[in-house]
């Protein structure tokens, strides 16, 4: 059973950082793209950050831009997103996914955790 799991979520005062893990099991996504998008309360799932399967391309939302970092480790089947300089509008559930099956950074996804809780206060 392929799985996706985020953890690394809690609650942070705005300037801090928190850096969010999606680890893979049941199959290696090594050579897949794989991303970040979050979903704000009353909002729709947006686009935060994407990874090419060699790990050497990424690609960013403007909003995150500069503060936000994502890695892989290949050889641990998982995901970082790294933020930094949080701000209370980047409260949200944060979600990795996997495989994007037309090669958009925007989706559709074949796999999708079940997402991690960041809430950044002012």
């Known amino acids: 059973q392929v799985q996706l799991v985020e953890s690394g979520g809690g609650l942070v005062q705005a300037g801090c950082s928190l850096r969010l893990t999606c680890t893979a099991s049941?199959?290696?996504?090594?050579?897949?793209?794989m991303v970040w998008f979050r979903q704000a309360p009353g909002k729709e799932r947006e686009f935060v950050a994407a990874?090419?399967?060699?790990?050497?391309?990424?690609y960013y939302a403007d909003s995150v831009k500069g503060r936000f970092t994502i890695s892989k480790s290949n050889a641990k089947n998982t995901m970082y997103l790294q933020m930094n300089s949080l701000k209370p509008e980047d409260t949200a559930v944060y979600y990795c996914?996997?495989?994007?099956?037309?090669?958009?950074?925007?989706?559709?996804?074949?796999?999708w955790g079940q997402g991690t809780q960041v809430t950044v206060s002012s």
């Open positions: 049941g199959r290696t996504f090594s050579s897949v793209t």
């Open positions: 996914g996997a495989e994007a099956l037309s090669g958009s950074y925007y989706g559709p996804f074949g796999f």
């Open positions: 990874i090419r399967g060699s790990g050497g391309s990424t």
